[in-house]
């Protein structure tokens, strides 16, 4: 059975002309597929178009060519009413919580029930989405009296409140700190896998990615530049940009920065070559260092070893310096290669000039 699409973005540009000004094309020739289960990433720096993109979801923004259907309508054909229908099962966070301060947490979470739903109903169904979230003791609290991460709680149960089907979350944890953007993130995905609801989740922080995403794609300048599961965009990045998000998730520069310091890595003769070694899963089974040395006479003096689990499986990033004749270091290196390892030299002069 072939996934169900969700949202298919076909050949999408958006461009804003003001007057007098030059022309941005702040979404250019985007064709993507989130399909239904997906949580899938979209990440880029500021600027890049990703908060454009995900407004032509729910056609806060209209495209300047191309289309965006969701859920099987293509969203700029939709009568007013189909439109009003069509965005409930649209729910959106973002990064500044946009809650109303003179109501209660749960006239919030209620808000968009306002209407569609009898009292009663309304009632348990805050009680319900407030439960979900973890803050049913805060039910009569303002937002004021609330923490960063208690008022993102209260946006998702007001996003959830008209059962939508797909989530975008736009920079939501972007004004958090790292442990209360780790249980935020655990309650999308808990969201995702209890609820069945599909994530498009925006940021400019590959960690958040990492967490919870299975599918990524990377966007500079209006263009999604490269996309990809989960485990291909860590372990296969094609573009620079790519890589340097991946690296940002073991601080790989500063890393690299403070190898370049040590003895170990100064004047490398021609017997020592220092590589990065990257590897996923069933390569970290593999007695890989043991085996360069009995196979091919090459030690490997690891200066450097993070192992990180990306959907419960291992992602290692190792930076060695290897020693031997050059012959055995190249046989070694055709070696790693063909059991899944990607080499990569590391060049301490690029992090010199940064
Ligand atoms: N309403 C608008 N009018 C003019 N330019 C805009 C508008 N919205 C966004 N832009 C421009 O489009 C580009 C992409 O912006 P945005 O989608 O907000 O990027 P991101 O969310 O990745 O930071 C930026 O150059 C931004 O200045
Ligand atoms: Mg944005």
Do not use: W
Not at 210 to 221: F, G, Y
């Amino acid at each position: 059975m072939s996934a169900e699409t969700v949202v298919d973005f076909k050949d999408v540009d958006v461009i804003f002309k003001e007057k007098n000004k030059k022309a941005v094309h702040a979404v250019n020739h985007v064709s993507l597929n989130v399909e239904r289960g997906d949580i899938y990433g979209i990440v880029g720096y500021s600027g890049a178009g990703k908060s454009t993109l995900v407004r032509l979801v729910n056609l806060l923004q209209r495209p300047t060519s191309g289309s965006v259907t969701v859920l099987g309508d293509d969203m700029a054909k939709l009568s007013a009413s189909e439109l009003r229908q069509k965005r409930r099962k649209i729910g959106m966070i973002f990064q500044h919580f946009n809650l109303m301060a003179s109501r209660t947490i749960a006239d919030n979470v209620a808000f968009p029930l306002r209407g569609v739903a009898s009292k009663d109903e309304i009632k348990k169904k805050v009680a319900d989405l407030l439960e979900l979230v973890g803050l049913t003791d805060r039910a009569n609290a303002y937002p004021a009296e609330l923490s960063g991460g208690q008022k993102q709680r209260v946006g998702i149960a007001r996003a959830l409140a008209s059962d939508p089907e797909v989530l975008i979350s736009d920079e939501a944890t972007s004004a958090l700190d790292p442990k209360t953007t780790v249980s935020i993130l655990d309650l999308l995905k808990s969201v995702n896998q209890k609820l069945g609801i599909t994530i498009v989740l925006i940021t400019h922080q590959m960690e958040a990615v990492k967490q919870i995403c299975n599918r990524v794609a990377v966007m500079d300048s209006g263009q999604v530049i490269e996309r990809g599961t989960l485990l291909d965009i860590f372990a296969h990045p094609q573009q620079k940009l790519t890589k340097d998000f991946v690296d940002t998730t073991m601080q790989m520069s500063a890393t690299i920065k403070t190898i370049s310091k040590q003895k170990a890595v100064q004047n490398l003769g021609p017997e020592k070559r220092l590589v990065r070694l990257t590897y996923l899963g069933s390569s970290t089974d593999q007695p890989m260092i043991a085996t360069l040395f009995s196979q091919y006479s090459v030690t490997a003096n690891i200066l450097f070893a993070d192992i990180q689990s990306l959907q419960n499986t291992p992602f290692g990033n190792l930076i060695v310096v290897l020693t031997g004749t050059e012959q055995d270091i190249d046989n070694a290196l055709k070696y790693l290669n063909d059991s899944d390892v990607t080499v990569t030299p590391v060049d301490l002069k690029e992090v010199e000039s940064k």
